[in-house]
């Protein structure tokens, strides 16, 4: 066990000694390289805006994933406003539904009330149900 004031605390694997921080350069002429903020829109009006390093136009990506929805975002937000999903996603409930019918889904349902009923979790007949 590692003592609470060991000088390991709260350091990085394969940091060695008077490497310093890595947040703040040790050379304070050097600088970070130039950044540029880019403005993705999704289908439906999310803004996204992430970082990248400043590089040529042609090599910036066209498109990004919403932050807000996860729908495609492009960067002049025409591309994306046709069918954000045309991709092939689908949501968790879609997947569910190909695999179970509605009737399966009813039958889950009933066992899975049956099961708290019987452990005195929910009581045997519901206010509605009278």
Same mark, same amino acid.
């Given at each position: 066990?590692?003592? %609470?004031?060991?000088?390991?605390r709260? @350091?990085r694997?394969g940091v060695?000694? +008077?490497?310093?921080? /890595?947040?703040q350069?040790?050379?304070?002429?050097?600088?970070?390289?130039?950044?540029?903020?880019v403005?993705?829109w999704?289908?439906?009006?999310?803004?996204?805006?992430?970082?990248?390093?400043?590089m %040529?136009?042609?090599?910036?990506?066209? @498109?990004?994933?919403c932050?807000?929805? +996860?729908?495609?975002? /492009?960067?002049?937000?025409?591309?994306a406003?046709?069918?954000?999903?045309e991709?092939?996603?689908k949501?968790?409930l879609?997947?569910?539904?190909?695999r179970?019918?509605?009737q399966?889904?009813?039958?889950?349902?009933?066992?899975a009330?049956?099961?708290?009923?019987a452990r005195g979790?929910?009581?045997?007949?519901l206010?509605g149900?009278?």
């Amino acid at each position: 066990m590692v003592h %609470p004031s060991s000088g390991f605390r709260g @350091t990085r694997a394969g940091v060695v000694a +008077g490497s310093g921080s /890595s947040l703040q350069p040790n050379d304070l002429s050097a600088g970070s390289p130039p950044r540029i903020r880019v403005s993705y829109w999704c289908a439906k009006g999310h803004e996204t805006q992430p970082v990248f390093l400043k590089m %040529p136009e042609d090599q910036i990506p066209r @498109t990004w994933d919403c932050r807000r929805c +996860g729908a495609p975002a /492009s960067r002049d937000g025409q591309a994306a406003a046709d069918d954000p999903f045309e991709d092939g996603y689908k949501s968790h409930l879609e997947y569910v539904k190909e695999r179970r019918s509605g009737q399966d889904a009813e039958d889950v349902l009933a066992g899975a009330l049956e099961k708290l009923r019987a452990r005195g979790v929910l009581p045997d007949q519901l206010l509605g149900d009278a």
